[in-house]
């Protein structure tokens, strides 16, 4: 897997593929993982605008990327989530967890 990522304001924004379950999770983790260490960033944004199928292996991945980042010091902010995408971190209650934004721009402008 080749995980589109862009970096704007020292944040790290990440496109995450259309589905993210149990084949793709591992990939994209170990893949932000490494981008992340090379450039010593601590804030993420996960877009979720291509997302639409998530399983929990998926949601464990983000999860775990997003603590990491957190204990750092970092941010994390999930944007475009689709219905089902939202309903599936809703249901998780993982919307009370994460900063959920409706655009890239959003999302910047609540990075320090």
Do not use: W
């Not at 090379?38 to 804030?43: A, D, L, V």
């Amino acid at each position: 897997m080749t995980l589109e990522t862009t970096t704007i304001k020292n944040t790290c924004i990440v496109s995450v593929p259309e589905r993210l379950d149990g084949s793709t999770a591992p990939d994209m983790e170990t893949e932000l993982r490494k981008i992340l260490a090379g450039e010593h960033q601590k804030n993420v944004i996960f877009d979720f605008s291509l997302t639409n199928y998530l399983a929990s292996a998926g949601m464990r991945a983000v999860l775990q990327l997003s603590r990491d980042l957190m204990k750092a010091g970092g941010k994390v902010i999930l944007v475009e989530l689709r219905p089902t995408v939202y309903k599936v971190f809703d249901i998780a209650g993982f919307t009370s967890i994460f900063t959920i934004c409706t655009s890239r721009e959003e999302a910047l402008q609540k990075i320090p």
